[in-house]
């Protein structure tokens, strides 16, 4: 149980184009999902957090305008990625809470995207 | 702000020995700790979680961790290294948003 599924898992597009990387919650309902990104050798690094029916709450030094999140239903949140540009180019990682304490987070297992 | 440390980006041990990645924390409250793994190109999956029960907590694959508050220390271990453990391995803890560590390359040499 508990699975995340992301979509696509690699994408590359030309600098410019628009990006949509998709986040499922296959077998469980997540109100709240989170949208990390991690360049090469580095950790994770929280984006924002998409909370379902609402607007997502960005963390500082992300610019709103540019990575768009739409949670539109308890199974689905979409990260797009605007006017994409080489140093875009990152792996990104969803996750989701099912509800449980401590806001324990499921993975998904993350958009490798590039950016020519 | 809530931190976390991880001390070495690289281990690296033998097949059969003791495993032990170091995390620290900085919080003036106990927070909730977790140690992911996450292999290439994967995203992340959880090995074990502390939420304040037992300071040794036991997760899959044969890991676990201590939770130690006077040493703000939640330190992975595993008895014996297995090729298959050779991975990225991430502390994290949860105050109000998950926070990482900056992450251990753990190499198990054969």
């Known amino acids: 149980g508990a699975v995340v599924s992301q979509h696509p898992s690699r994408v590359i597009c030309k600098s410019g184009t628009s990006v949509k990387i998709e986040c499922r919650s296959l077998d469980f309902q997540a109100t709240t999902m989170f949208w990390y990104r991690q360049f090469p050798k580095q950790s994770l690094m929280l984006m924002a957090t998409s909370n379902e029916g609402s607007k997502a709450t960005y963390e500082q030094g992300v610019e709103k305008d540019k990575f768009l999140i739409n949670h539109a239903s308890l199974t689905l949140s979409t990260l797009t990625v605007t006017s994409a540009h080489p140093e875009d180019s990152s792996f990104y990682i969803c996750?989701?809470?099912?509800?449980?304490?401590?806001?324990?987070?499921?993975f998904g297992p993350g958009t490798r995207l590039t950016v020519l | 702000a809530q931190s976390v440390t991880q001390l070495g980006s690289h281990v690296s041990v033998s097949e059969g020995a003791l495993v032990l990645l170091r995390c620290n924390y900085s919080s003036s409250v106990p927070p909730y700790l977790f140690w992911y793994v996450q292999y290439p190109n994967q995203g992340l999956q959880l090995l074990l979680k502390?939420?304040?029960?037992?300071?040794l907590v036991k997760g899959i694959n044969g890991f676990e961790a201590e939770f130690k508050k006077s040493e703000t220390s939640f330190h992975l271990t595993k008895p014996s290294a297995h090729m298959s453990d050779a991975a990225e391995y991430f502390c994290a803890a949860y105050g109000n948003k998950l926070v990482f560590g900056a992450g251990t390359i753990l190499r198990v040499k054969s």
């Open positions: 502390y939420t304040s029960a037992a300071t």
């Open positions: 996750s989701a809470n099912p509800g449980l304490a401590y806001n324990e987070q499921f």
